[in-house]
């Protein structure tokens, strides 16, 4: 006989308790917990049962244990590969996390489609067969070897597994799926978590790789328990502004890889395309005549990405002045008109100013801060700034320049490019090997100085 539970839990974190609380003891969220009702059923019916409690390994020396990096299962996508840190390795576990909407099914079932000579099975809780079918039909492919299952029963999926061997399994969504071993429903907390733990298991004892798609909240945290993150080897979070074309696959975190990558896409009518050179996308349609433009040489993870930063500064309509910011945060930008307005004289609180990263991007790399600036005072003043000019460097309360990690790596990228001048920091510029770089650099220590080589 099952025997039937209530727990709560933590919306935030998972925290189990068995009573209601307040406040959570581990997270300290408030009026964060949810009843739940368990059930811990003893007759396990699948495959999967007697996984856990058996000892299938012994202690080794760790000398003896070996490993192969040819081994990574290559997804045939270049920036999917990237941000894995170089392929799919056997038997992770890896979540993949996003809006709804943002593109995470195409993702995946893209991968599916592209990866060569292993069998994949895609598992789909979210759509029929027919709806897959038709999502591939979109995405032109030739694949031989990805089958797909409309199932929402660990256990059953357990079966398909267990009947068809695949190499990859993808499972489209977590939130979808659940185990028959708890009675809770499909996408609750402890739901999430025991069929997260399943897929862990399973992939640890295969090897087979798993792949798990997971949605996101309103506030941007994994719809289900931090534990989740715990469970799984690799978070990947898929990003990106709906109403533009840009996505951005991130990894949170990676046990086989760097979290610094990331991988640029491009959704098209036909599935993502693989963006190699965003820089050159995103500056591709800029007009020189135009003022409260400039360029500002990001990074993204260890990627240099160039950005134009576009700001519209006029006089006041109503009393209070409009300030807003898109792709940028709102505080940063108040703080920066302060800094404006004390350091370089403008009465910037009588203006309305709006700011845009172009291409719908959002950017927290402190060295856009001297673009941001440059472009408002373009703006105000009305004149251009030539765009063959780029900027590198953080802006202090008192209107210093401040440096920015990895200089380097941004003024090559810059001389790649074809940009002329690059504006950084006098103190960014100090141990640096200026001849070395096929570009001018142009090293500043405070705002005004800035103001007066681009305007005067
Ligand atoms: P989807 O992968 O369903 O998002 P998620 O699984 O993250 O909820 O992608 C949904 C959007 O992608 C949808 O609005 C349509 C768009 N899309 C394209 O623009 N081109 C395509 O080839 C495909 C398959 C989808
Ligand atoms: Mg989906």
Redesign the pocket.
């Known amino acids: 006989m099952a025997k039937t539970k209530s727990y709560y839990y933590c919306r935030e974190c998972g925290y189990q308790s068995s009573s209601w609380l307040g406040k959570c003891p581990e997270c300290g969220q408030w009026n964060s917990f949810e009843q739940e009702v368990v059930q811990s059923n003893k007759t396990m019916s699948s495959s999967f049962r007697g996984v856990s409690g058996v000892p299938s390994s012994s202690p080794r020396l760790i000398q003896e244990v070996t490993y192969s990096e040819s081994r990574r299962i290559g997804t045939n996508c270049e920036e999917f590969d990237r941000v894995l840190g170089g392929g799919i390795v056997p038997g992770s576990l890896i979540l993949i996390g996003?809006?709804?909407?943002?593109?995470?099914?195409?993702?995946l079932?893209q991968t599916a489609l592209s990866i060569t000579g292993q069998k994949v099975l895609y598992v789909s809780g979210?759509e029929s067969e027919q709806q897959i079918k038709m999502?591939a039909d979109?995405?032109s492919h030739n694949s031989q070897l990805c089958y797909v299952v409309s199932e929402t029963s660990t256990q059953r999926i357990f079966e398909h597994i267990e009947s068809l061997n695949p190499d990859i399994i993808v499972i489209?969504?977590i939130q979808t799926v659940s185990t028959e071993s708890i009675d809770s429903s499909a996408g609750s907390i402890s739901q999430i978590r025991e069929c997260t733990t399943e897929f862990q298991r399973y992939a640890k004892r295969t090897g087979i790789p798993v792949l798990l798609?997971g949605h996101i909240t309103k506030d941007g945290s994994l719809a289900g328990p931090k534990v989740m993150e715990h469970i799984v080897d690799a978070v990947l979070q898929?990003e990106g502004d709906?109403n533009y074309g840009f996505r951005i696959l991130r990894a949170l975190k990676n046990r086989f890889g760097s979290t610094a990558e990331l991988g640029i896409f491009e959704?098209?009518?036909?599935?993502?395309k693989e963006v190699s050179n965003p820089s050159q996308f995103l500056l591709g349609q800029r007009d020189e005549t135009l003022s409260g433009a400039a360029i500002a040489a990001t990074l993204e993870g260890a990627r240099p990405i160039f950005i134009e930063v576009q700001s519209l500064v006029s006089s006041a309509v109503y009393g209070t002045p409009q300030r807003n910011a898109n792709g940028f945060d709102f505080r940063r930008l108040s703080m920066l008109l302060a800094v404006l307005e004390k350091r370089c004289g403008f009465k910037l609180g009588a203006k309305d100013v709006f700011l845009n990263i172009a291409g719908g991007l959002r950017v927290n790399d402190p060295a856009i801060d001297l673009a941001v600036a440059c472009s408002i005072l373009s703006s105000n003043v009305d004149i251009p700034i030539s765009p063959r000019i780029c900027m590198a460097a953080e802006l202090g309360l008192s209107g210093e320049v401040r440096p920015v990690s990895r200089v380097e790596q941004r003024i090559s990228e810059a001389a790649r490019l074809g940009f002329e001048r690059i504006f950084i920091s006098k103190y960014s510029g100090r141990n640096l090997e200026k001849p070395r770089y096929p570009i001018d650099i142009v090293e500043i220590s405070v705002i005004e100085e800035a103001f007066r080589k681009l305007f005067s």
Do not use: N, W, Y
């Open positions: 996003g809006e709804p909407g943002i593109g995470k099914s195409t993702l079932l979210e999502r979109r995405i489209d969504s798609i898929f709906r959704m098209a009518g036909s599935g993502l």
